[in-house]
């Protein structure tokens, strides 16, 4: 039977949640990912040092069998120095939302002031922590994403040495950006490798291919696959899993994001399988992020086997990307 095997995998973007959610969750990506890349989005958002050791410890607690690094993050505000140099070594990043413009957003950034941001951003860069943003304006929602281009622009020639990574990005406008500036990085789901806007609305409304941002056109789709079946060295794997309970996806006002997280490998294989490029999945899913983050997890070794797996119904009252639908690849082992 063929197999497949993956070094190290990392998913540089996962939500977690907190609580029972976070108990039942956390072993599903512990299991299969080396790491992953913690977002501060709870309610209240991780703004304190003291946030932060206390929720990778509830991560820890969580996941108590498996080796797995929670990279945690901070939300962002505007932050002084000192508050900066003391969290540094318990952060990988800091993540910057725009206001309200996504789940539990609220408390974000409500309008892009360069000189106003410049303390936090020229200190970040001082102490090498990376930017990760939710890339989106508050405009018409096809468009949220191409239109933040300008600000990524700014913030890159702004602040040259900041690390800025484009999180989850949906389009080919942001694709052309990662050649534009050096600073610049990418995080690429593996849904938005796989659907468009037809898959979400274009029959049955599907609530669980729903996320921010929204999954765009057959164009921005084959640019996302472009650079991710060639492991451009500047993208990484970023699920952006994010799970909600079933009531809240399926009920009127759905919640947005999609949980990916159990089946995100399986999924990969297939896709860099379909276009003959398995052997660039390293890379998307773990070299380029090391490098790109300059982390080195410990070894895990995770066979894939190509054979029929059936997607679980649900897990734990969280229903994933698929259910109930039949992958071509399944993991046989980790170690
Ligand atoms: C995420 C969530 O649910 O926290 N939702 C989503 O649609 N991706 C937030 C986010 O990353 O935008
Ligand atoms: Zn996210």
């Known amino acids: 039977m063929k197999t497949h095997t993956l070094l190290m995998p990392l998913d540089m973007h996962l939500h977690l949640r907190d609580g029972v959610m976070l108990e039942n969750i956390a072993p599903l990506s512990a299991y299969s990912f080396s790491g992953a890349i913690i977002m501060p989005n709870l309610v209240p958002p991780v703004t304190t040092k003291e946030d932060v050791i206390a929720y990778k410890e509830r991560i820890m607690a969580a996941v108590p069998n498996d080796y797995f690094e929670p990279y945690m993050t901070l939300f962002y505000q505007n932050y002084d120095k000192d508050f900066l140099v003391d969290v540094a070594e318990e952060i990988t990043a800091i993540k910057l939302y725009p206001a309200g413009i996504t789940t539990n957003s609220e408390g974000g950034v409500s309008s892009f002031d360069i000189e ?3 303390p936090t951003l020229e200190t970040m860069a001082e102490l090498g922590i ?29 602040f040259p040495n900041l690390k800025i990574i484009m999180e989850h990005i949906t389009t ?48 921005d789709l084959d640019a ?6 060639d492991a451009h060295p500047k993208v990484m794997f970023g699920g952006d899993s994010a799970p909600h309970p079933q009531h809240k996806k399926e009920s009127c006002g759905c919640a947005a994001g999609v949980f990916t997280a159990p089946i995100a490998l399986q999924l990969l294989c297939e896709i860099f399988e379909q276009f003959d490029k398995l052997d660039n999945l390293q890379a998307f899913v773990s070299d380029n992020a090391q490098s790109i983050y300059g982390i080195c997890p410990e070894f895990k070794e995770v066979v894939l086997e190509k ?19 039949t992958l071509n690849w399944a993991i046989e082992s980790v170690e």
């Open 116 to 118: 106003e941001m410049g």
């Open 130 to 158: 990376p930017l990760c943003v939710h890339g989106e304006t508050d405009g018409f929602v096809m468009d949220r994403e191409a239109e933040f281009m300008g600000i990524y622009e700014e913030l890159a020639k702004s």
């Open 172 to 219: 080919k406008e942001a694709v052309a950006m990662l050649d534009k500036y050096e600073n610049l990085y990418a995080t690429i789901t593996v849904h938005h490798l796989l659907i468009t806007l037809d898959d979400v609305v274009g029959g049955m409304m599907q609530p669980h291919l729903f996320c921010k941002p929204i999954a765009k056109r057959p164009e």
């Open 224 to 229: 996302l696959l472009s650079v991710a079946l």
């Open 307 to 325: 054979r029929p797996f059936v997607v679980p119904e649900n897990y734990a009252g969280v229903v994933p990307i698929y259910a109930g639908e």
